[in-house]
């Protein structure tokens, strides 16, 4: 059974950090791309960062890049996301998930979600 678990969420102040993790358990993360996305309150999840399975690339949303990092930890099975400089805006639930194949920016190609992880950014 594959189960992805996020933390490391919580209230920051605007300009503040939080680092969050996935934590996956039945499922070696570095042979998948692995996928963070956000849900604001009454909208779809929207694609925030991207760590491609080989090769080490990542693709970032155009709203985080230079702010937010991807990174994994193979030892661990766990895939981090570094997030800085947070706007009030980008209050949400974070999820990460794994790519079955296809498009990454796209919620419908990935499988596996964890139950996500909320981050609340103050202003």
């Known amino acids: 059974q594959v189960q992805l678990v996020e933390s490391g969420g919580g209230l920051v102040h605007a300009g503040g950090s939080l680092k969050l993790s996935c934590a996956a358990s039945?499922?070696?993360?570095?042979?998948?791309?692995v996928g963070w996305f956000r849900q604001f309150p009454g909208k779809e999840r929207e694609f925030v960062a991207v760590?491609?399975?080989?090769?080490?690339?990542?693709y970032y949303a155009d709203s985080v890049k230079g702010r937010f990092t991807i990174s994994r930890d193979d030892a661990r099975n766990t895939v981090w996301l570094q997030m800085n400089s947070l706007k009030p805006e980008e209050t949400a639930i974070y999820y990460c998930a794994t790519n079955r194949g296809g498009f990454y920016r796209e919620p419908e190609n990935y499988d596996y979600w964890g139950q996500g992880t909320p981050v609340t950014v103050s202003s």
């Open positions: 760590s491609i399975w080989s090769g080490g690339r990542t």
């Open positions: 039945g499922r070696t993360l570095s042979s998948y791309t």
